[in-house]
């Protein structure tokens, strides 16, 4: 048998293949690396000596000591923000300069002071540091910034100011951190991505007139007056898992999703006096203090009318029933999903809803977290007068862990809207699985 020829080198110089990348392709390469590895690949080659300064993002993570780290970060930020960008220069007749870098991504966490005597001056001293490359980041032009930061259960880093000036900035993460300052986005005509996770948030208002979408999860309020979120041009909204005092949602008619969950005991909107409606009574701090003019009506709230909608809450937050007070119709509602807080008072959150839904056509009603305080006896409802839901309404899912009183008067309500019992779909979760079953008639006797 003949031996085969083994196939030819794919640089005949020798080099490796990396290096034969085309221009920009290895700068993008070096740009998912922590950035204190990718400046060590400049002593690959002399065709490296510098390519890591051209990279168009940057992952800063911590390494080394503390000393080492903040003089390696502050040297870096200086360098890759006057360094040009491969395949980016500025034209002749360009209005304004390039973009120095694509994304910057800060992930660190509490440093380890060798000096323990002085932790708190240590900290402020570093909280001041990290502020520095926040800020010098947004001057690099940079496009996308996220800013992570772990505390591992201590005090978050402080973020000193968010009134952020940039005509590059499109997206922006914030992780850990904790702000007293208001957050004004207004000087960034192109940020259309707000993320914030783990924050703690001691603001009166956030507000852009910008921003299209907005994530807030796993975010505490702190402010005992709520924080006023104004952001008109917003497409869509993500409000989880959060704590402290709700927020005000101001006029949003772009909104097209919604999602606002309050499955936490740590909101403080929960009636003391009532278990499950509004008292009204100025000495309750869990219905009190939100937002009123005097001069035209107009009431902050956290029910939007979007083209889809999801609200879920423990039936004891007062915080839906009580916006449904000063809710109008929701004209352009299609998809709407209920979880648990509208069992309370009767389930006259669902009645509102299929009175004041015109085009609605999904709804789906979740039953889980209900408890005993909160559920309506059977036979306690007061069947709505006749009326008609909404002509468009084609599909009604219902998931419980069983058929029980509730989802009794629940049928009783649909069908009373003129809503088909072929049209409605039960899950039922138990312990050993799950059953689906459809409706094919119902006695309101």
């Known amino acids: 048998m003949e031996a085969k020829e083994a196939p030819p080198r794919s640089n005949a110089s020798g080099?490796?293949?990396?290096?034969?990348?085309?221009?920009?392709?290895?700068?993008l390469v070096l740009s998912f690396l922590p950035a204190h590895e990718a400046v060590r690949t400049a002593v690959v080659a002399r065709s490296w000596r510098d390519l890591w300064m051209r990279s168009p993002g940057l992952r800063i993570t911590r390494w080394g000591s503390i000393e080492k780290f903040n003089q390696f970060v502050e040297c870096l930020l200086r360098l890759h923000c006057s360094a040009?960008?491969?395949?980016?220069?500025?034209?002749?007749?360009?209005?304004?300069?390039?973009?120095?870098?694509?994304?910057?991504?800060?992930?660190?966490?509490?440093?380890?002071?060798?000096?323990?005597?002085?932790?708190?001056?240590?900290?402020?001293?570093?909280e001041k540091q990290t502020n520095y490359w926040f800020k010098c980041a947004v001057r690099c032009q940079v496009r996308v910034l996220q800013y992570c930061f772990s505390c591992n259960g201590g005090d978050p880093l402080e973020l000193l100011d968010l009134n952020l000036v940039s005509g590059h900035l499109t997206k922006l993460e914030l992780a850990g951190v904790s702000t007293g300052s208001n957050i004004n986005l207004s000087g960034c005509p192109v940020l259309q991505d707000l993320k914030m996770e783990d924050c703690y948030l001691d603001v009166w208002e956030i507000q852009s007139p910008y921003l299209q979408h907005l994530r807030i999860a796993n975010c505490h309020f702190i402010l005992l007056n709520r924080t006023l979120i104004r952001l008109p041009n917003l497409i869509s909204l993500e409000l989880t898992e959060c704590s402290g005092r709700a927020p005000f949602l101001d006029s949003m008619p772009s909104l097209a999703a919604a999602i606002v969950t309050f499955d936490s005991h740590n909101w403080n909107d929960s009636c003391s006096l009532s278990s499950i409606d509004v008292c009204g009574s100025d000495d309750c701090e869990g219905c009190d203090y939100y937002y009123y003019d005097p001069n035209t009506g107009h009431r902050d709230c956290l029910l939007l009318n979007a083209?889809?909608?999801?609200?879920?809450?423990?039936?004891?937050?007062?915080?839906?029933?009580?916006?449904?007070?000063?809710?109008?119709?929701?004209?352009?509602?299609?998809?709407?999903?209920?979880?648990?807080?509208?069992?309370?008072?009767?389930?006259?959150?669902?009645?509102?809803?299929?009175?004041?839904?015109?085009?609605?056509?999904?709804?789906?009603?979740?039953?889980?977290k209900v408890h005993e305080n909160a559920i309506i006896a059977e036979q306690s409802c007061k069947l709505p007068e006749p009326s008609v839901a909404s002509s468009h309404l084609k599909i009604v899912e219902i998931k419980c862990h069983q058929v029980d009183a509730i989802v009794i008067e629940i049928l009783k309500i649909l069908t009373a809207h003129g809503v088909p019992a072929e049209q409605i779909n039960i899950k039922c979760s138990t312990g050993s699985g799950c059953v689906n079953f459809k409706c094919t008639g119902f006695s309101t006797k």
């Open 84 to 126: 040009p960008v491969s395949g980016r220069h500025p034209s002749s007749d360009s209005c304004a300069a390039p973009a120095l870098l694509d994304s910057c991504h800060f992930e660190f966490g509490t440093p380890d002071f060798v000096d323990e005597e002085n932790m708190i001056e240590n900290m402020a001293i570093y």
């Open 15 to 27: 080099g490796d293949r990396i290096s034969a990348l085309p221009d920009g392709v290895r700068e």
């Open 307 to 368: 083209t889809k909608l999801e609200l879920s809450a423990y039936p004891e937050t007062v915080v839906f029933r009580r916006d449904l007070k000063f809710a109008h119709t929701f004209g352009k509602l299609k998809t709407l999903v209920l979880a648990d807080w509208f069992v309370a008072d009767d389930l006259s959150a669902l009645i509102w809803f299929l009175h004041h839904s015109p085009i609605l056509e999904k709804l789906t009603l979740h039953i889980s």
